[in-house]
């Protein structure tokens, strides 16, 4: 396999990678599905946005936002029967039960240990030791710009986690099991150890006493954007949209079997990040998942990351550490 070069790397010399939008699929059917399944991305993204924005106080808090995840989910899960990308990537009870299980861990365990050393008490922390009023200026500033920033900002850091994820070791041994996962469906954002899915939820947009509206609605944005990272669904993806945003297909070659492939894509919402540092890379893969597709149990995930820190972490004090010398019998 010769692979395709992109900028200074080959991409597809170990496993298929489709390079570049002329040679993606596009959605087969009549009008209706093909209009439907063009601009449902567009018409979600500036509802969620609309409603956000002129929504009363009564209904515009986070058990809402919650709410309407949770509603928009189920939407998206329906259209992965109606309108798959691949079909061996066709939700099996197996695979339905291990996602909810991560889920379910995100949404207890993960969030109780958030509310003691997350993001949120660490930035509480700092901002307590000085004084930030200097920042006041963002609040002043029309709420959608607020929301664009906040989003930003989040994504900015989490594409910097995510890249350190696979460029530092000890961070790659946190995020290898989630490339383990060999399809995408609307739940596998959630699967991975633990640890890591505590790191990747750290973000600096706390830094800022933003208003709740326009965190509520920089959420709206991570909602009809990034969700689509993890999902089983072909679209029609409008240019604007693929050029700013993060695609099913940009995820997908971020968990391609190419190792150069994995090695791009690394931002949530905004792809346009990986534009600015040369990551991106415009395609789609169908092999997901590493050693060749394996599929990682829940109990191998669950202990991946302090078994893999152990083993390093003993090979590393073995290298600096004085090995004793065997004496010679008289």
Not at 166 to 174: E, G, R, S
Not at 279 to 286: F, N, P, Q, R, S
Request: aromatic share 16%; hydrophobic share 45%; net charge neutral.
């Amino acid at each position: 396999m010769d692979g395709v070069l992109v900028g200074k790397r080959i991409i597809g010399a170990q496993a298929p990678v489709t390079i570049g939008w002329e040679n993606i699929p596009r959605v087969e059917g009549g009008p209706v599905k093909r209009f439907i399944f063009t601009y449902f991305q567009p018409v979600m993204f500036f509802a969620a946005i609309l409603f956000w924005y002129y929504a009363p106080n009564s209904i515009a808090v986070a058990s809402t936002a919650i709410g309407i995840g949770i509603a928009f989910r189920v939407l998206l899960l329906a259209l992965e029967w109606v309108n798959p990308r691949h079909k061996s990537w066709t939700l099996t009870w197996k695979e339905l039960i291990t996602d909810l299980f991560y889920v379910g861990l995100g949404y207890t365990v993960l969030r109780m240990v958030d509310a003691y050393i997350g993001d949120g008490v660490i930035i509480d922390a700092i901002l307590s030791s000085y004084d930030w009023s200097k920042l006041d200026w963002f609040t002043s500033m029309p709420l959608l710009l607020q929301a664009i920033l906040i989003s930003f900002m989040f994504d900015f850091g989490q594409y910097w986690m995510h890249r350190g994820m696979h460029n530092w070791y000890p961070l790659w041994a946190t995020h290898a099991p989630h490339h383990y996962i060999t399809q995408l469906n609307i739940n596998k954002g959630a699967v991975g150890n633990p640890i890591e899915l505590f790191l990747i939820g750290l973000g600096i947009g706390g830094f800022f006493d933003f208003l709740p509206r326009a965190v509520l609605l920089a959420g709206a944005f991570g909602m009809t954007v990034s969700i689509y990272q993890h999902i089983n669904v072909r679209f029609n993806t409008p240019a604007w949209w693929r050029f700013l945003f993060n695609t099913t297909e940009h995820h997908s070659v971020h968990h391609s079997q190419d190792y150069e492939a994995t090695r791009s894509n690394y931002s949530g919402t905004w792809i346009i990040i990986d534009r600015m540092f040369g990551t991106c890379i415009d395609g789609e893969a169908e092999l997901l998942g590493m050693e060749g597709g394996r599929r990682m149990p829940v109990h191998e995930t669950m202990l991946y990351t302090p078994r893999e820190w152990y083993r390093a972490g003993r090979k590393w004090l073995r290298k600096r550490l004085p090995q004793p010398t065997a004496v010679p019998a008289e």
